[in-house]
């Protein structure tokens, strides 16, 4: 989950590899299942994506009010803290306190930071060493759980661009040495979870804190797995052909979120299962590229990113769906990157990574959200509104 140093100009950090594992990636350009791992963080590099078969692609950003939605739109980091560009900011449980990853003007590589939510108290929890991605607060708030390769952190060449003549791509660059490690906010002491060689990220806590689902490449594909939350007892949730990652417990802890290419069509879709992976479910169904899904605390709901709707400059908005995949709505329609959103646990605030305002690279905003009741109710009842996702065959 590692962002871009430029997507525009230059291979990114998170494309060196460990000499553990060969590199692989998941790409839009050229094979399926091409030669370097991928990794899922802000802003890929787009492809050009399929003309889209319904309206609900279709965008006028002049008829689109993100009032309705979100208001008091503040940004949380920036250059002059010493973040040349920050990133997948979660919330602690209490809401006070933000946890990012941020690729710090005197490093090499991307570091977890937590921080106040009045901007007070940065400070960096990572090593320093190596790279870093995906943290994400424990249920009592004490603790952050992330993924790092700082034992080891040696860096090989990057690959080479996936991108077509003529054409956009987006792929995510993994690190093979990435490994599961959790802080102690009070005592700063840094725990390994998990030493199996291969891709272990994309970690997030059970609302009760006794489980860890997480993204790994144990095999030879990216799969989502459970844990106990000191790392032990590890078994596979979902093992689909494909890329399966950033898996999110729902609010009840009875279901997980994820994005999948399930449709083998390379532009990755949203989905919900239980625990037992057993009943897997699509969410959208779309020919864009769903990203980046995260629950509503009332579990009635899903934030999610959707990518590059049509022909002209790459584009990234914000959209809220139905668990059940059956009423979608616009969120943001700013011509800038916006991606990585989540709620407060609250439901009242949404966080998330952007260039709005001309920035030159992605910083974390927050802004009130008045779209939403705590309970799940529509509170914004006009606006852009999808018709409901049509099921792909066998969901």
Not at 60 to 74: C, G, L, Q, T, V
Not at 172 to 190: A, H, Q, R
Not at 255 to 269: A, C, H, L, N, P
Not at 341 to 360: E, I, Q
Request: aromatic share 10%; net charge neutral.
């Amino acid at each position: 989950m590692t962002p871009r140093p430029d997507p525009s100009t230059r291979a990114p950090a998170a494309a060196r590899h460990s000499a553990l594992l060969p590199p692989r990636r998941w790409s839009t350009a050229g094979p399926r299942w091409s030669s370097l791992l991928t990794l899922c963080l802000i802003p890929p590099v787009l492809a050009e994506p399929p003309k889209p078969q319904d309206g609900s692609e279709k965008r006028d950003d002049a008829a689109h009010d993100e009032s309705r939605w979100i208001r008091n739109i503040r940004q949380l980091t920036r250059v002059d803290m010493g973040l040349a560009r920050s990133g997948e900011a979660y919330f602690s449980p209490d809401g006070q306190t933000v946890a990012f990853q941020a690729y710090p003007t005197d490093r090499s590589e991307y570091q977890i930071y937590v921080m106040n939510l009045d901007g007070s108290g940065l400070k960096m929890i990572s090593t320093g060493v190596g790279a870093t991605t995906c943290a994400y607060f424990s249920p009592d708030g004490r603790r952050v759980l992330f993924a790092a390769n700082h034992l080891d952190p040696r860096p090989v060449a990057p690959p080479g661009s996936t991108q077509p003549a003529g054409k956009r791509s987006y792929s995510w660059s993994f690190y093979p040495g990435m490994d599961l490690f959790e802080y102690t906010l009070d005592g700063g002491k840094l725990r390994q979870l998990t030493s199996e060689p291969g891709y272990d990220a994309e970690g997030s806590y059970s609302p009760d804190g006794k489980l860890i689902v997480f993204t790994t490449m144990r095999g030879d594909d990216q799969d989502i797995w459970i844990c106990n939350a000191d790392g032990s007892e590890p078994r596979p949730v979902v093992t689909a052909r494909g890329y399966d990652g950033g898996p999110f417990f729902s609010p009840d802890g009875k279901r997980i979120v994820y994005r999948s290419d399930r449709r083998g069509d390379e532009t990755m879709q949203i989905f919900v299962n239980t625990l037992d992976g057993k009943s897997e479910r699509a969410i959208t169904s779309h020919d864009t590229l769903h990203w980046c899904p995260f629950w509503h605390p009332s579990g009635r709901w899903i934030i999610y990113t959707r990518g590059d709707h049509g022909g002209g400059p790459p584009r990234y908005d914000l959209y809220l769906v139905s668990d059940d995949g059956r009423e979608t709505h616009r969120v943001t329609s700013e011509t800038a990157f916006d991606g990585l959103p989540v709620f407060s646990p609250d439901g009242k605030k949404l966080m998330w990574t952007s260039r709005r305002g001309g920035l030159a690279s992605p910083q974390v905003f927050v802004a009130d959200f008045v779209g939403l009741t705590p309970e799940g109710k529509l509170a914004a009842t006009e606006g852009e509104t999808s018709p409901g996702t049509p099921r792909p065959k066998g969901q």
